[in-house]
């Protein structure tokens, strides 16, 4: 197996995202991200096994950056900012998302790559949840836990990432302004549930 040359493997993941935006799902190989960062397919093959692995770590790494960057905001702009994140993957060609939903058909027949997804499902679950409590000491709604309601919006936001895939002139703009009422109305029932 080939040693690393002087290539991080962020650098690589980087560069593949940069294939992937260039070239399409369709068409990405470990070969044409080993072209888009310069070095060898060996060096790309030493930091990712798989196309897969690389195309899991893609995956976690966006999303990694993503909650990185959001819970870097002040507690009263968190949820614009993940409602802002989520709206920008959001698009009819969100190569974010056809990366997510080929890897989630492939986990079907992949219990491994099913493990490394569920894992990072968890992680984004785990993300919403703390973020969640950084801005309502308490559920909106009894018998609703913070911790469901952060698999509850991922799962909403996945579900309308599906649409706009499918969708062409789908309204993504209109349904998170929407989505971001919904959430308005949630903290005004916990603002209420106190007085």
């Not at 930091?47 to 790494?61: G, R, S």
């Not at 900012?81 to 079907?108: G, I, M, N, W, Y």
Request: charged share 25%.
């Amino acid at each position: 197996m080939a040693k690393p040359n002087v290539i991080s493997k962020s650098d690589l993941i980087k560069s593949a995202k940069e294939c992937l935006v260039d070239k399409g799902i369709e068409k990405f190989t470990l070969r044409a991200v080993a072209e888009m960062a310069g070095v060898t397919q060996g060096t790309v093959y030493y930091h990712f096994k798989t196309k897969e692995q690389l195309l899991l770590d893609i995956v976690d790494d966006v999303c990694q950056s993503s909650w990185y960057e959001i819970s870097q905001s002040s507690n009263e702009s968190i949820i614009k900012q993940a409602f802002e994140s989520a709206k920008q993957r959001c698009s009819h060609d969100s190569f974010f998302h056809k990366l997510f939903f080929t890897l989630v058909t492939s986990s079907f027949t992949n219990e491994k790559i099913r493990e490394q997804l569920g894992a990072i499902l968890f992680n984004e679950n785990r993300a919403l949840f703390e973020n969640l409590s950084k801005v309502w000491p308490k559920s909106p709604i009894e018998g609703v836990s913070i911790e469901t309601w952060g698999v509850l919006l991922n799962a909403m936001v996945d579900g309308i990432a599906i649409q706009a895939l499918l969708q062409n002139d789908f309204p993504a703009e209109k349904i998170f302004t929407e989505f971001e009422q919904l959430f308005k109305g949630l903290n005004q029932l916990l603002i209420g549930g106190k007085e």
